[in-house]
């Protein structure tokens, strides 16, 4: 008797996501489009690269030694080759996972919101989740700011960041970062919050950051008890960086209006000293071993 399969030729885990990598252009991912270039879409390392994962567990992945990533690592393949809402659905799946539910939180790029990001080239932008987990980030805004891979994944987030609760806690930025109001940034990220609880009631990874930083932040706590409910505000912040000198930035938040996905974008006004700093840090970067 032959033997039964369950998952038809070409569609396992590992043919997947080597068919979403095969169709995706460099350029799409904002990569240098190299004209002596064999492979059409990505390659292995390079996928792995803006996953954040390794090369081997790529391949391990695509031949199928490995069938189970976790949670995180599939949310940020997803991302990394842009994947729709379906098709990331369906990567959860093969994986073993449930998909994320309404009422959660969503850390998935939209694949048009991908297109517009990589068209902003270096200007230093991020995305941040409903909750403030940073979920994307550019090379100017980990020039500008120090690369969020130096912080463990549960430290990305600017809120846990902003108000810590951990003595020894690493900061979001690698060096000094400060507001021309931090008091009304401080009220502008509680409030953001609690409108985030209303809009997500079911999704565990906010409830825990509240009740994380309520019970060991006493400012955030006592902007909580006040129980206003705001939108994001524009905020002017100095950035100390180490190899141009202080840079003066505005800093804006888009916010989209299905995701409560945060952009968040640094630009300098045009034809300052600012601005030049700004550009600068992009091409001499940090310091090597630089840190706050």
């Known amino acids: 008797m032959e033997s039964m399969t369950t998952t038809p030729p070409g569609a396992g885990l590992g043919a997947m996501i080597r068919t979403w990598r095969n169709r995706l252009p460099p350029s799409a991912a904002g990569l240098p489009v190299v004209r002596k270039r064999r492979a059409v879409g990505l390659r292995r390392e390079e996928l792995a690269d803006l996953a954040g994962v390794s090369v081997d567990y790529v391949v ?93 994944p549960r430290m990305r987030n600017f809120a846990r960041d902003r108000f810590p609760v951990d003595v020894d806690h690493t900061p979001l930025a690698l060096w000094p970062v400060t507001e021309t109001d931090p008091d009304t940034a401080d009220a502008a990220l509680v409030s953001d919050l609690r409108r985030a609880t209303g809009r997500f009631p079911r999704d565990s990874r906010l409830a825990a950051l509240v009740r ?16 206003e409910v705001t939108a994001n505000r524009e905020v002017h912040k100095r950035v100390d960086h180490p190899s141009v000198g202080p840079v003066t930035v505005d800093c804006d938040v888009l916010t989209d209006g299905d995701t409560e996905l945060k952009i968040v974008i640094m630009t300098a006004a045009p034809g300052s000293e600012d601005e030049t700093k700004l550009q600068l840090t992009t091409v001499v970067g940090p310091p090597a071993g630089t840190r706050n």
Request: glycine share 8%.
């Open 60 to 152: 391990r992945l695509e031949q199928g030694r490995a069938t189970t990533p976790s949670a995180s690592v599939v949310a940020s393949l997803a991302r990394a080759l842009q994947l729709s809402t379906a098709e990331r659905d369906h990567l959860y799946r093969l994986a073993q996972i449930v998909p994320p539910a309404d009422g959660t939180i969503c850390d998935h790029l939209p694949p048009g919101m991908q297109r517009v990001l990589v068209r902003l080239g270096d200007v230093p932008v991020a995305v941040f989740a409903a909750d403030w987990q940073l979920v994307w980030w550019n090379h100017g805004w980990a020039a500008l700011l120090g690369d969020p891979l130096a912080s463990p």
């Open 212 to 227: 994380d930083l309520n019970a060991g932040n006493e400012r955030f706590a006592e902007l909580w008890a006040t129980g």
